[in-house]
Nanobody, 125 residues
Framework: QVQLVESGGGLVQAGGSLRLSCAAS????????MGWFRQAPGKGREFVVA????????YYAESVKGRFTISRDVAKNTVYLQMNSLKPEDTAVYYC??????????????????WGQGTLVNVSS
């Protein structure tokens, strides 16, 4: 079973940057896909990005393409989300997720193997 712990959220002005981290533990990761979702106040959960643990092309939501970048440090069992050019509409609780069925299935956010507890990102205008 996989456990995920996010960190790195906070308050930032529009146009600024933040980097979120997701530390994974509990099982071998070579077969996992990892990703990020977010949920804004009063809205449903939204897919942000997913990647295979072994690499390959990430899947990005259109709303974050060109601004957000996912990366991973295999040695540290950690996935990162670098967020640049932040906008007030990026304000949300960001959740890390993992699933053994690959990044494409992960992007649907249904019955995933593991979720983190969430970290709040607040972008002020």
């Amino acid at each position: 079973q996989v456990q995920l712990v996010e960190s790195g959220g906070g308050l930032v002005q529009a146009g600024g940057s933040l980097r979120l981290s997701c530390a994974a533990s509990g099982r071998p990761f070579s077969s996992l896909a990892m990703g990020w979702f977010r949920q804004a106040p009063g809205k449903g959960r939204e897919f942000v990005v997913a990647i295979s643990w072994t690499g390959g092309k990430p899947y990005y939501a259109e709303s974050v393409k060109g601004r957000f970048t996912i990366s991973r440090d295999v040695a540290k069992n950690t996935v990162y989300l670098q967020m640049n050019s932040l906008k007030p509409e990026d304000t949300a609780v960001y959740y890390c997720a993992a699933d053994s069925r690959g990044p494409y299935i992960l992007s649907y956010g249904v019955a995933l193997d593991a979720w983190g507890q969430g970290t709040l990102v607040n972008v002020s205008s």
